[in-house]
């Protein structure tokens, strides 16, 4: 069965907090992202692309922002399929489940941001709905965090740790060179 690729959030935004001097993880992500992408085109194989458009009008991540566009090494072409959410989940309310039951896909590859929170939801609701997920994570990225004390946590650690409960039975934790 051929699995389905998941580019989830590689927006401008992400761009600009990045340029602002916000520290992440995973250099070179979206780079890595690219070239998952690419192989998925060359090969044949489908390609679903996952933006976010925040309700909030105050949000970065409107894709009537020039943040909210997508970073081009990334972008679709004509006649791939594009999946708006508002919320964290790919899955949730956006006809996402019912597109890849249509597709008889049952197997899923993620790359994208951020790894903490969309696409952790993401991969948590695919793994509750009986998708296969494969975790591209050196083509994932977050940012630091505050702890709940104030503490703030280095994005390397936020990293850590959502990979180590995602590797908890949500995905199977690969690399680029692992699916290209």
Known sequence: MTATLLIIDLQQEFTRRTLAGRPRSTPGAETRAAAVLAAFRAAGRPVLHIHHDDPDPASGFRLDKPTGAVMPEVAPLAGERVIVKRTSSAFAGTGLHELLQADGCRELVVVGAALDFCVNSTIRSACDLGYAVQLVTDATF???????????????????????????????????????
């Open 142 to 180: 977050n940012f630091g965090s505050t702890g709940p004390d104030g503490t703030k946590i280095a994005p390397e650690t936020v990293r850590d740790v959502t990979l180590a409960t995602l590797a908890q039975g949500f995905a199977r934790l690969v690399q680029t060179a692992d699916v290209i």
